[in-house]
């Protein structure tokens, strides 16, 4: 009796999470076809059944449905719900505080996104895509010389030593050199 019970738990767990991918599926073509509300909708029902890193994927989805639909404010608190996730993974946690920044800066609000910009640089496990990006949004006369070096410094010990990270550092390091920091 013992083993029908866990089969058929089993089975239920199986379709249920069959079920719930399918509805993530459906979300993401709906995204993709510009249908953002209804795409919304669909991440919202999945997110409680979610944790670690497919509810901290989720959630960022969310996000973005509403910064589509140029509901920024909206957008900002849904992507910061991102970090406070348990097991988040990190790259959807930098990508949601570049966005925020973008719906900042889509509203005209330079200075904030600008924090948040910076929030990325200094953010371990972004990818090496979104470190260019935002490292270029930073306007580096406000931060000062000496700003602007701790920025170098702190992104150079984030981003890993690897071949495909290299240009990118060599960058950093070139830039630190001209303001006489070796």
């Given at each position: 009796m013992k083993r029908i019970g866990l089969v058929v738990l089993v089975g239920l767990m199986l379709c249920l999470g069959t079920t719930?991918?399918?509805?993530?599926?459906?979300?993401?073509d709906l995204?993709?076809?510009?249908?953002?509300?209804?795409?919304?909708?669909?991440?919202?029902?999945?997110?409680?059944?979610?944790?670690?890193?497919?509810?901290?994927l989720t959630q960022f989805h969310i996000g973005c449905c509403l910064e589509a639909q140029k509901k920024y404010d909206e957008a900002i608190l849904?992507?910061?719900?991102?970090?406070?996730?348990?097991?988040?993974?990190?790259?959807?946690?930098?990508?949601?505080?570049?966005?925020?920044?973008?719906?900042?800066?889509?509203?005209g609000k330079y200075d904030e996104a600008q924090s948040y910009y910076l929030s990325v640089c200094r953010q371990e496990g972004a990818d090496l895509y979104l470190y260019k990006l935002a490292f270029s949004k930073i306007n580096k006369t406000k931060l000062g010389r000496d700003g602007y070096i701790k920025l170098l410094q702190d992104m150079i010990f984030i981003?890993?030593?690897?071949?495909?990270?290299a240009e990118f550092l060599g960058i950093l390091k070139s830039e630190l050199k001209k303001l006489g920091v070796e």
């Amino acid at each position: 009796m013992k083993r029908i019970g866990l089969v058929v738990l089993v089975g239920l767990m199986l379709c249920l999470g069959t079920t719930l991918f399918a509805g993530l599926e459906e979300a993401d073509d709906l995204y993709n076809q510009g249908k953002y509300a209804e795409a919304l909708a669909e991440y919202q029902n999945a997110l409680p059944t979610l944790s670690g890193e497919d509810a901290s994927l989720t959630q960022f989805h969310i996000g973005c449905c509403l910064e589509a639909q140029k509901k920024y404010d909206e957008a900002i608190l849904e992507y910061q719900k991102v970090s406070a996730i348990p097991n988040a993974n990190p790259g959807y946690i930098s990508n949601a505080q570049w966005h925020i920044g973008c719906c900042l800066e889509a509203q005209g609000k330079y200075d904030e996104a600008q924090s948040y910009y910076l929030s990325v640089c200094r953010q371990e496990g972004a990818d090496l895509y979104l470190y260019k990006l935002a490292f270029s949004k930073i306007n580096k006369t406000k931060l000062g010389r000496d700003g602007y070096i701790k920025l170098l410094q702190d992104m150079i010990f984030i981003i890993p030593a690897t071949q495909e990270n290299a240009e990118f550092l060599g960058i950093l390091k070139s830039e630190l050199k001209k303001l006489g920091v070796e």
